[in-house]
């Protein structure tokens, strides 16, 4: 009867918790993004704390302090170089003249309209080109340019005020490295206190590798990537790398969403220059960069990051991967490592006597 009284109040503390969490969902994120950027700026903070002014060390805040503006001075940076770059896309995609592509076009566009008109995709009465035409015209009525303007002025005061909170929290993680570990304390009982060190301890360091290997991939794949299209002479290397080292925070399927961003922007801005270039060479020397730079990531960067950062097995974290997929889409993608780590650590600590536990969790 005790056991059942205990599960009326557990169960909705439980989901009281859970309600706050989704009401309060903004705030968590960015919670969630500043204890990222904690743990991996965590170690240049460490190593500052180390340089001697006179016989004192530097204090903890001013060492957090400049390392939160070395996180602002690398974004900031990365803003003024990448924006500038997208700009120069949209202009030249925008400068593309449609009517004498389509005119140098024409025979091959005739023959994919005969065989859609032959495979009764499109009507005999319909063409291609006003298929087209017709399906721009109808985006645009949809779309009310009122609406986008205010949305866009919505969403910068959301960022900035996002922005602020991210920066403020995370000045705080990392001037006091305990103070995550604090708030988690306070909210576990007292007779579980010594798990919860081991389970934080454990996870910090192991999550801390993790990002930090997920950031070196990115990078890795950047340069890769750039490499790759400037050999082939794409234009617009850099933007379509710079695309496609990010997308690589999607296990699997980010590779995929790259390629395909980077053949579309990489024939949009051939053609821009030259009207007359063979549109499926450039796709199929952007596809064989990509495949290139997969192969890489998957054989050497990857086992490198993931299996080793994580203590776990390239065919476990795949399985984990395709689960939290499932559930959670793309989301759960890019969080099911991070959130598997913590919850194998967790499975340690309190789920010892089981053989099954006991395997999975025996390089930890």
């Not at 476990?316 to 997929?325: D, K, S, W």
């Amino acid at each position: 009867m005790q056991k059942w009284n205990r599960l009326f109040i557990i169960i909705p503390v439980l989901l009281l918790v859970i309600y706050l969490l989704w009401f309060f969902s903004n705030i968590v994120f960015y919670v969630l993004i500043s204890l990222v950027l904690a743990f991996i700026s965590r170690p240049l903070v460490k190593n500052l704390n180390r340089i001697k002014i006179g016989k004192r060390h530097l204090p903890n805040g001013i060492s957090a302090l400049l390392t939160l503006l070395l996180i602002l001075f690398v974004f900031v940076s990365l803003a003024h170089f990448i924006i500038p770059v997208i700009t120069s896309q949209a202009n030249l995609i925008s400068g593309i003249d449609l009517q004498k592509i389509a005119q140098y076009y024409k025979e091959p566009i005739n023959s994919i309209e005969s065989f859609l008109k032959n495979y009764g995709v499109i009507s005999n009465h319909q063409t291609l080109e006003g298929m087209i035409s017709a399906r721009i015209m109808q985006l645009l009525h949809v779309i009310n340019f009122s609406e986008v303007v205010s949305y866009g002025l919505t969403f910068m005061g959301s960022f900035l005020i996002g922005t602020f909170a991210v920066l403020f929290i995370t000045f705080f993680f990392l001037k006091d490295d305990q103070l995550f570990p604090e708030i988690v304390l306070l909210m576990t009982p007292l007779k579980y206190h010594d798990e919860a060190n081991r389970i934080l301890e454990a996870s910090g360091k192991l999550i801390t590798r993790y990002l930090l290997g997920v950031l070196i991939e990115i990078i890795s794949m950047t340069i890769l990537l750039f490499a790759g299209l400037s050999i082939v002479g794409i234009k617009s290397a850099f933007l379509i790398a710079f695309i496609g080292g990010l997308l690589v925070v999607i296990p699997y399927v980010g590779f995929m969403i790259g390629a395909l961003l980077g053949i579309l922007l990489g024939i949009t801005s051939g053609l821009s220059a030259n009207m007359t270039i063979d549109i499926a060479k450039v796709a199929i020397e952007i596809l064989c960069v990509f495949g290139v730079s997969k192969i890489i990531d998957d054989f050497v960067l990857q086992p490198l990051i993931y299996a080793n950062s994580v203590k776990a097995h390239p065919l476990e974290i795949f399985l984990v991967i395709m689960i939290a997929g499932s559930i959670a889409g793309v989301s759960g993608m890019v969080l099911a490592i991070p959130v598997y780590t913590f919850l194998r650590i967790v499975a340690k600590e309190f789920l010892t006597k089981s053989r099954f536990i006991a395997k999975l969790t025996e390089n930890l």
